[in-house]
T-cell receptor, first 113, second 110 residues
Framework: DAGVTQSPTHLIKTRGQHVTLRCSPI?????VSWYQQVLGQGPQFIFQ???????GRGNFPDRFSARQFPNYSSELNVNALLLGDSALYLC????????????FGPGTRLTVT | DAKTTQPNSMESNEEEPVHLPCNHS???????IHWYRQLPSQGPEYVIH???SNVNNRMASLAIAEDRKSSTLILHRATLRDAAVYYC???????????FGKGNQVVVIP
């Protein structure tokens, strides 16, 4: 079975631009969470979606938004990019709300110049 | 989110057991103790979780103190593939949010 997939693998953007990152969960998983990992730090929770509804939001500005589609895939959007948004963006899928195990994708490396 | 405290780094010899400590003195009754690890250039990987009793799986064992204020992840026989950052995380049941700290960088010496 395929694991969690994310696209693109790497991305370079300029300050002020917009970016969309994509995630496909493991087949049968209905929950997707997004995390941001800055170099040298642990991942920080951004959003969780379950059954296409937002179920949790971390301490991130409104420039960050996300959505989940009927096939349970998800997009993370970031507007008005700042240099500080440069990070590894990780997607995690799980069977449902409160599932014990979350399965992470390889991440998208975003560089903002 | 309840916080955990781990060493910044540890070294272990290959093929020897590794004991990774975690302190969580403010744990609440509904918090589960989760361990994830992150190998270089990869996303985090689930290792094990527990509530009150010690737990074993194919990857590791989790020993939980009787008062639940600390726990220890045990890798029974370290291999070079176990070199990673190990995260000890408290998570409330029903909440998918994982609050990662900086983790414990484990180095395995051949």
């Amino acid at each position: 079975d395929a694991g969690v997939t994310q696209s693109p693998t790497h991305l370079i953007k300029t300050r002020g631009q917009h970016v969309t990152l994509r995630c496909s969960p493991i087949s049968g998983h209905k929950s997707v969470s997004w995390y941001q990992q800055v170099l040298g730090q642990g991942p920080q929770f951004i959003f969780q979606y379950y059954e296409k509804e937002e179920r949790g939001r971390g301490n991130f500005p409104d420039r960050f938004s996300a959505r989940q589609f009927p096939n349970y895939s998800s997009e993370l959007n970031v507007n008005a990019l700042l240099l500080g948004d440069s990070a590894l963006y990780l997607c995690a899928s799980s069977l449902g709300q409160g599932s014990y195990e979350q399965y992470f994708g390889p991440g998208t490396r975003l560089t903002v110049t | 989110d309840a916080k955990t405290t781990q060493p910044n780094s540890m070294e272990s010899n290959e093929e020897e057991p590794v004991h990774l400590p975690c302190n969580h003195s403010t744990i609440s009754g509904t918090d589960y103790i989760h361990w994830y690890r992150q190998l270089p250039s990869q996303g985090p990987e689930y290792v094990i979780h527990g509530l009150t009793s010690n737990v074993n799986n194919r990857m590791a064992s989790l020993a939980i103190a009787e008062d639940r204020k600390s726990s220890t992840l045990i890798l029974h026989r370290a291999t070079l593939r176990d070199a990673a950052v190990y995260y000890c995380i408290l998570r409330d049941y029903g909440n998918n949010r994982l609050a990662f700290g900086k983790g414990n960088q484990v180095v395995v010496i051949p």
